[in-house]
């Protein structure tokens, strides 16, 4: 039962160590795609906050260099519109400046000028602006600005800029390395409170397992201990019911068990110790009862009964008869000595038509005397034994301990001398063991 309990702990403490690791990989999981998700959140909002900065910066720019063109483009001074995309292209969000006329034809690209008018500025894959748009986003980090060169009243052509507002290398290394760096902080972090929490919940495991199992095992180590004195001969343990339904059933069963075991303990002991025929103790029982007085070193009498003429009812009757007449004369005899001397002792059949009892405490020769008086009265009225009149007698002999036998085979003999000697005597009387009786013959019933 103590392997099946450490077998019981055992289990809880693996399966919550599994569980812990599930546990943890899931957490881990989950914490990298959480910190990947605040890069890219973090990724997100830095190109918004420098989309919105380039946008500012370019919107200032394109208002200045639109005054400064104003006069340059009036008066076609190409080589002073170059000077002033040149400068204003040295910013790095701007990937291209382009100067047009009033309808779109290009006047400058940033490198060289176009003083023909002849190539609209689609040629260069931007499309003219619509009415009221300043504006225009044409790609994911991709603006495309415009800006009219001139006044209310008059306008000579437009400034438009290539501007680009994702974050740069450098800012995007800076970011990443940024990250980088508190990520593993994080998990230096959170390694150590990983680990303490593996060890707190293995020794909280460790422990609810050994509570557990001795909840679990507790019932079941009371039905092996009672499983195992009743199969030691305890038919009378008391088996703990308990409260569980599955428990309840097994501690039912082994008291179904308990209870069959009882009965045929009973029907063997009954077989082993007691006679078939009147249903008195037998010749094994009286063995037993007779070492045990013995060995109590106690004064007590023995008194051995031979039915006189029972071979006769045997052989004229019939041998059911003469079996009635056993369990009839063994009854009478029992309430006789029960009404006349209050004597509730067992009677025992040791074979035949020969009967023995145990007076314990008599030790006296008149009140042997007068047990075997009350005896021997009882049995000299007829018996009706199916139907069938049947009249006996009984020769009763009687010794004392320790002064007619100091063991139990001597005892027994001295009684059965004396037995012989009152049917010698002529039969239906007692006779008390004498040391000189020793040398009388046997008789026979």
């Known amino acids: 039962m103590k392997n099946f309990r450490t077998r019981i702990s055992l289990t809880f403490f693996i399966t919550t160590l599994l569980v812990v690791i599930v546990v943890l990989a899931i957490s881990i999981a989950t914490t990298h795609f959480a910190v990947k998700g605040q890069l890219k959140v973090a990724k997100e909002s830095l190109n918004e906050a420098v989309k919105e900065e380039v946008i500012r910066k370019t919107t200032i720019l394109m208002q200045t260099m639109a005054d400064n063109l104003f006069d340059p483009l009036y008066n076609y001074r190409f080589h002073e519109i170059t000077r002033l995309l040149k400068y204003s292209a040295n910013h790095h969000e701007i990937y291209g400046l382009y100067v047009t006329d009033s309808d779109w034809n290009l006047v400058h690209d940033g490198n060289r000028p176009y003083p023909d008018h002849q190539t609209h500025i689609s040629a260069v894959d931007i499309i003219p602006l619509t009415e009221g748009e300043r504006i225009r986003e044409v790609s994911n980090g991709h603006l495309i600005f415009y800006q009219a060169i001139g006044d209310r009243e008059l306008t000579l052509g437009y400034l438009v800029a290539d501007v680009s507002t994702s974050v740069g290398e450098q ?126 070193r106690l004064p007590f009498a023995l008194m051995f009964f031979d039915l006189d003429d029972f071979k006769k009812v045997n052989d004229t009757l019939g041998h059911a008869v003469g079996d009635g007449l056993l369990a009839a004369f063994g009854n009478r005899l029992l309430n006789g000595l029960k009404q006349q001397h209050q004597l509730d002792l067992p009677l025992y059949r040791i074979g035949g038509d020969e009967f023995v009892i145990l007076l314990p405490a008599v030790e006296k020769k008149r009140e042997l005397k007068a047990i075997g008086d009350t005896a021997i009265a009882v049995v000299s009225s007829p018996f009706v034994v199916d139907g069938q009149l049947c009249q006996i007698g009984v020769s009763v002999g009687g010794a004392f301990y320790p002064k007619h036998g100091q063991d139990r085979d001597t005892l027994l003999r001295h009684a059965d001398i004396a037995m012989y000697k009152a049917k010698n005597g002529g039969k239906n009387r007692l006779s008390i063991y004498a040391n000189s009786d020793e040398q009388l013959p046997d008789g026979e019933s």
């Open 171 to 296: 800012y995007q290394s800076y970011l990443e390395a940024s990250f980088s760096s508190s990520v593993t902080s994080f998990w230096q972090q959170m390694g150590l409170v990983y680990l303490a929490t593996i060890a707190l919940v293995l020794v909280l495991a460790f422990w609810v397992g050994k509570i557990l199992s001795g909840y679990l095992v507790k019932p079941l180590t009371a039905l092996a201990i009672a499983a195992e004195r009743i199969g030691q001969g305890e038919l009378e343990h008391k088996i703990p019911l308990a409260g569980d339904r599955e428990l309840h059933i097994l501690a039912e069963a082994l008291a179904t068990m308990q209870q069959k075991l009882q009965h045929h303990h009973h029907q063997e002991r009954r077989l082993a110790y007691f006679d078939s025929v009147t249903a008195l103790p037998n010749r094994h029982a009286f063995q037993k009862a007779l070492s045990e007085q013995v060995e109590q």
